[in-house]
């Protein structure tokens, strides 16, 4: 069980800074996941932790050692890479079984440990085929294998179920997490995917541009985003652009953008009346038919009306221009040219003030 | 590079990069500087008379003799075309530059024709267009003596049909005959970059209203350049060092032939004169030159494989009627004569004699001559021993030099990647005679070291050093497959680099490695010019292809000795079409066999 920690680390490519000043902890035994757009730095992250490159600034600690200057071998870690990098020239076994002849064990142990491994991961039986010769989430099973029989310090995951179908990834997801909680290794995992990220995290660092915008249990992020990135990247959300017009409280100030009036509470910066802010809210936060007791409402016509399924996605427009979009049950989705009102509790209406 | 990691020096990335450093400075960087060096010394002394003695006769000839066009009246009446002696320098520059022009121009035409139009007989074309690839050294360019020199097929056949017999003699001649032999290389490689050309890229010009000749002109041809260009200066280079079409065409007055003479003539280094150093030092540097030129406008290596294109043949046309008729008419028969070549090979090696019109006598007696020849024999037992000795060598070089540029990287990566490349284009004569000049020196004298005495040793050195760029392509390539994170994947396991390389990278590159060895095995008992230079200063350790130059050159009386001469050449066919089948069907590797 290891501690892992990143001190203000900078990792730059020439003239580009690829990770800018990453600070992080990750507590033994969780499963801790960098969640970011494209490009933002969580496979390069990923690869300091693992060795694999060397910060220009900053520091690697696993369970309070300084691992900066350790090579990749050194560090025993292991990782699960996005294209699960098999070996094509060996076999299931011999895949399995490197780490553990690298680390010298006997013939004996190593065939317990790979078959250990190969039944943890559900391929008992598959030991002679070639990698070649496995399905995606099959050659997917195998790099995991690969990576948990040697018992790493920390289990590296990039983006371990990106090239798996829509169902496996589902099935895979369940699996990696039960996995991960029976054994209890400490756990880092990228993806892009915020749905996967939340589902299967104990915690999670929202990356953008190479920066840690915001560390969090699934809900702290979900619910209670702290940044206007982390805010507009986690779900499906409105955003109403205004300025602020009175400041009730510390907490809580009336924002007005064209004919919407809002009242919310601030989830960052400094309230003063006149300041320009956005006010962000969840798409399912907004309910139409409007609620009774929700103090926020917007009245418009309904431009954009989306079929999803489970939902509706409208979208309607205020007279001077200002659009807000939930989401509608079927059963009484509005049509479009129809003129509603939508209603928000203040509550779910959180104003991010422009510094 | 961060600080972190400067801290720990790494044996073993040091090892792999200092290895071909080492290897290349030795064998070729030295021995070039060692070219400098006497010549620097001697006009030290002599002061200008050395610059003086290179600009003038036979160095620079400033009132050129001879004539370009010798008419004689006779039955029939006979046109040859010659060519003006400018001098040694001018002449094999003036050359060059012609070769270079006109093989461009043909090859790139053929490439574009045989790339974008569909019509029967394609197939059968590309396949013909590649037999002028076979190294048939020396023997080709008589071969193209006797289609167009002198008596040859072209004199007799137009003295029939045109009452006027049109033949070649001199630079002329060595001008055709180097076309012929060269133009394939530039298509090879035009060929290459066309169809790598990702066919949206024209669809989108065509979608644009650029029709023909226009889409060719503004799209094709730029985006083939870097293929072009290459072979462009590959063949500048090649006519340059070329010593058979002068040989065959009786061209005493060129840079290739003067060295060899020199050369062979000398019992020690002290006997070559400063102006050959300065003509091969010439030749290096000029050589160098291009191919740093191309170099830095395109990567040579990038076309070296040219596997990646397949041949997708979705942007294949019907020609117009008009261009038809000019492939049939004009591009047929230069492939079928180019071609002839090759053919004209077998037919001197099969045949009891060629003087004539046609061959006459079909007869297996020329092999079995040769084979019955003790100096044959030995020489075929020298050349194999050199090539797989030196692809030992090479194995070594060519994988930590791939491994060094393209996987460790850093700044002298940079410089390993171009050491192991430029062989390719440095002239083979400047090489021996470097080798002669630093190995040569007087404290050698005598020695088991001294080349002059001793060259097998050299000759196996220079061979690695030559055709390495053949497996360090194929490793590179091979390298540039296997993905780096299976790399990382083993050494996050707690490998390291060593082990990773074995266990790892090795298997994954093998096939890869043994096609390149496989090639340059075969160029290797292909070479000419170490081997007729430094393989000709002592007969008990001649290579193969100096038997044949010697066969040629009159070492055994001249004269009917072609049959004999093309039948070791036949059997030297036999062996690279054997390889090349080899790599091409058992390793699946699709070879351009660029390197000549
Ligand atoms: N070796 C490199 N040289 C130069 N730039 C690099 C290198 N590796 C990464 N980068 C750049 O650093 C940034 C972060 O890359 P990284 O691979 O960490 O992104 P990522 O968050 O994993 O993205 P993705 O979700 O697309 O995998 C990118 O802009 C990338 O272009
Ligand atoms: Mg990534």
């Given at each position: ?355 | ?91 094999t520059?003036?050359a060059a530059?012609?070769v ?37 050294p020396f023997?080709n360019a ?32 060595m001008i055709?005959a180097q076309?012929?032999m060269f ?52 063949v500048f280079i090649f006519s340059m060092e070329d010593l058979a079409a002068p040989l065959a065409f009786?061209v005493?007055?060129v840079v290739s032939i003067?060295?060899v ?166 002239p083979g004569l ?98 000419v010019s ?66 000549v």
């Open positions: 069980m290891t501690k892992v920690a990143l001190d203000n680390v900078v990792k730059r490519f020439g003239r580009f800074t690829a990770l800018d000043h990453v600070s992080f902890t990750v507590e033994s035994g969780e499963i801790f996941t960098l969640l970011g757009p494209s490009g933002c730095g969580k496979t390069t992250t990923l690869r300091v932790i693992a060795g694999f490159e060397n910060p220009d600034e900053g520091k690697v600690y696993f369970d309070g050692e300084d691992v900066t200057p350790l090579k990749p071998y050194e560090r025993g870690t292991a990782m699960v890479f996005q294209n699960y990098a098999l070996w094509p020239h060996m076999k299931v076994y011999d895949n399995v079984a490197y780490g553990l002849k690298i680390r010298k064990l006997s013939p004996e142990e190593i065939r317990r440990r790979v078959k250990w491994a190969l039944e943890l991961v559900g391929l008992s039986g598959l030991e002679d085929r070639y990698p070649h010769q496995l399905s995606g989430g099959q050659q997917q099973r195998v790099a995991l294998a690969r990576a948990l029989v040697v018992e790493p310090r920390v289990l590296l995951l990039d983006e371990p179920l990106s090239n798996l179908d829509a169902h496996l990834r589902l099935r895979m997801r369940e699996e990696l997490v039960s996995l991960q909680k029976r054994l209890g290794i400490t756990t880092i995992y990228v993806t892009h995917d915020q749905e996967e990220a939340l589902s299967i995290s104990d915690r999670i660092a929202v990356m953008n541009k190479g920066k840690i915008e915001q560390v969090g249990t699934p809900e702290e992020i979900y619910n209670k985003p702290t940044t206007l990135f982390t805010a507009t990247f986690i779900g499906r959300v409105t955003v109403i652009e205004g300025v602020i017009t009175k400041v009730i409280d510390n907490a809580l100030v009336e924002l007005k953008g064209g004919d919407v009036i809002l009242r919310g509470f601030i989830a960052s910066g400094t309230p003063r009346p006149g300041a320009r802010a956005k006010a962000v809210v969840k798409m399912e936060n907004i309910h139409y038919p409007p609620e009774p007791g929700e103090a926020n409402r917007i009245t418009g016509r309904v431009v954009v009306s989306m079929y999803l399924g489970w939902r509706v996605h409208v979208t309607v427009e205020t007279r001077e221009g200002v659009r807000a979009s939930a989401l509608v049950s079927p059963r009484n989705a509005p049509k479009r040219g129809d003129i509603i009102e939508l209603s928000i509790s203040p509550e779910d209406t959180l104003i991010f003030v422009a510094d | 590079m961060s600080r972190n990691s400067l801290a720990r020096i790494e044996v073993f990335e040091t090892s792999v990069k200092a290895l071909p450093l080492v290897f290349f400075t030795t064998l070729l960087i030295l021995p070039l500087a060692s070219l400098l060096y006497a010549p620097f010394t001697v006009t030290l002394e002599r002061g200008v008379d050395v610059l003086e003695g290179l600009s003038s006769y036979p160095f620079i000839n400033r009132r050129p003799l001879g004539e370009f066009i010798v008419y004689s009246t006779g039955e029939p009446p006979k046109l040859i075309l010659s060519f003006k002696d400018y001098g040694v320098i001018p002449n520059i003036i530059l012609i270079t022009a006109l093989a461009t121009i043909i090859g790139t035409a053929v490439a574009l024709i045989l790339a974008r139009y569909t019509f029967p007989g394609r197939d059968a074309m590309r396949i013909a267009s590649m037999i002028p690839l076979l190294y048939t023997v008589f071969v193209a003596y006797k289609l167009f020199g002198q008596g040859g097929i072209l004199a007799e056949v137009t003295g029939e049909v045109l009452g006027v017999s049109i033949s070649m003699q001199g630079l002329a001649g055709m076309v012929f133009w394939p290389i530039v298509y090879i490689n035009a060929f290459a970059s066309m169809i790598q050309i990702d066919p949206s890229v024209e669809e989108q010009a065509e979608n644009l209203g650029a029709r023909g000749w226009t889409l060719y002109k503004t799209v094709t041809i730029p985006l083939a350049l870097p293929g072009i260009a290459s072979g462009a200066a590959l009786d005493d007055n003067w060295i003479r020199e050369i062979l003539a000398a019992t020690d280094i002290s006997q070559v004169s400063t102006e050959t150093l300065i003509l091969a030092l010439m030749l290096a540097v000029s050589a160098s030159a291009w191919f740093i030129a191309v170099r830095r406008y395109i990567s040579l290596r990038q076309y070296a494989t040219a596997e990646k294109g397949g041949w997708k043949g979705r942007r294949l046309r019907r020609p117009s009627p008009l261009l038809l008729v000019i492939i049939y008419l004009l591009i047929l028969p230069w492939i079928i004569v180019s071609a002839s070549h090759q053919i004209g090979v077998l037919v001197y090696a099969f045949s009891e004699d060629w003087s004539g019109l046609l061959p006459r006598g079909f007869t297996l007696s020329n092999f079995s001559e040769v084979l019955s020849d003790e100096r044959v024999v030995r020489s075929f037992r020298n050349s194999f021993l050199y090539a797989s000795t030196a692809s030992l060598i090479i194995a070594l070089i060519a994988v930590t030099s791939a491994y060094a540029v393209e996987r460790i990287g850093g700044r002298l990566s940079t410089v390993i990647d171009v050491l192991a490349t430029i062989p390719l284009a440095m400047a090489v021996a005679l470097g080798i002669l000049a630093l190995f040569g020196f007087t404290v050698a004298k005598g020695t088991p070291l001294d080349p002059f005495t001793n060259p097998g040793l050299y000759l196996v050195l220079a061979y690695a050093v030559r055709k390495s760029p053949f497996t360090t392509r194929a490793a590179f390539a091979g390298l540039k497959h296997v993905h780096k994170s299976l790399e990382e994947a083993a050494m996050s396991l707690g490998a390291r680099r060593p082990k990773v390389v074995k266990d790892i990278t090795l298997p994954l590159i093998a096939i890869n490695v043994a096609g390149g060895l496989l090639i340059s095995f075969v160029y290797s008992v292909t070479e170490t081997s007729i230079t430094l393989g000709g200063l002592n007969e008990d350790q001649s290579p193969v292809t100096y038997i044949v130059y010697d066969y040629l050159t009159g070492g055994y009386g001249g004269g009917m000795f072609i049959h004999l001469a093309a039948a070791i050449v036949a059997m030297l066919m036999a062996l690279q079409v054997a390889a090349i089948t080899f790599v091409n069907l058992a390793l699946k590797q699709r070879y351009a066999f660029i390197g």
